[in-house]
């Protein structure tokens, strides 16, 4: 800002400094000269606007951030907060959620902050793993660990409907991540782009997708006995899915002996799965 301030007293000054209306010796200057003055001084005038003007457009970003730090700012400065499941579920922030069971999980109505957290870090360390931050990866199964015991573990399953189940399924969580922190240190190990990478990172895949599954179990223990969707009162006479429904299609081409071509490979029928959820699809 200061720095904004001097340039243009510098540029100003330095435009104005060479007219005058009186000369040197004091003396009044002819008509001629004022005349000339006069036009030199709407000159003058336009370049110290032009100055100004781009003096400020130049320190516009350094004068924000400077308001910002000292806070004079005339609204609120942005504060992060923590997202909740909708948020989470919509895919806000630098990554869309595309991972149907995540969505399907967050799609649930619980509200319990703890099986969030766990969801969120045994879901980024699939993320990691797809893109090879395998640090990261392991980091996020330590973060994993400490929702398993304690106090922590204690309120997930006091929300369970039976928490002697939801015991059970912490357990079976916790013992998919041994196998999981193994795997992801042999393909530390091994070298980039190798055969013995690849197969430490399926490995790694299938411990990771082990305790999801079981995250799943865990979550849907804590959808309260009889939960029921509210339907607005226009609605209530339509078909209602009250929680949810697996619905298998099958796909058949309409000329004989037609085949699905998938990856070199013919198939007769292509069966397609759908999980069809009744908790968010009001």
């Given amino acids: 800002m200061k720095l904004c301030l001097t340039l243009f007293l510098t540029f100003t000054a330095g435009l104005t400094s060479g007219f005058s209306p009186l000369q040197s010796d004091g003396r009044r200057a002819s008509a001629t000269t004022l005349e000339a003055h006069s036009i030199n001084s709407n000159v003058v005038a336009k370049a110290c606007a032009t100055v100004a003007m781009t003096s400020l457009l130049w320190c516009a970003p350094g004068i924000m951030a400077e308001q910002t730090f000292s806070n004079n700012l005339p609204f609120p400065a942005e504060t992060s907060v923590v997202a909740n499941a909708v948020e989470k579920a919509s895919g806000t922030g630098s990554r869309v959620n595309k991972d149907a069971d995540s969505l399907l999980r967050y799609g649930l109505p619980i509200k319990n902050k703890e099986v969030r957290g766990l969801q969120e ?52 969580i916790d013992a998919s991540l041994e196998p999981l922190s193994v795997a992801l240190k042999q393909s530390q190990d091994a070298f980039t782009g190798s055969e013995q990478e690849r197969t430490a990172l399926d490995n790694a895949y299938d411990a990771q997708q082990q305790a999801t599954e079981a995250l799943t179990k865990l979550e849907e223990q804590m959808v309260p006995e009889g939960y029921e969707t509210p339907v607005p009162p226009e609605y209530s006479d339509l078909p209602q899915l009250k929680k949810r429904a697996t619905v298998e299609m099958v796909l058949k081409k309409g000329e004989a002996g037609a085949q699905f071509d998938i990856n070199g490979q013919n198939y007769p029928e292509a069966r397609l799965k759908m999980i069809i959820d009744g908790y968010t699809g009001t």
């Avoid at 893109?131 to 990261?136: H, N, P």
């Avoid at 922590?152 to 939801?166: G, L």
């Fill in 121 to 172: 870090a045994l879901e980024t360390i699939k993320y990691d793993i797809g893109s090879k931050r395998k640090s990261a990866a392991l980091d996020g199964v330590k973060k994993s660990k400490r929702y398993l015991s304690g106090k922590t573990a204690e309120k997930m399953t006091k929300a369970c409907r039976s928490p002697a189940v939801c015991s059970d399924l912490l357990t079976e």
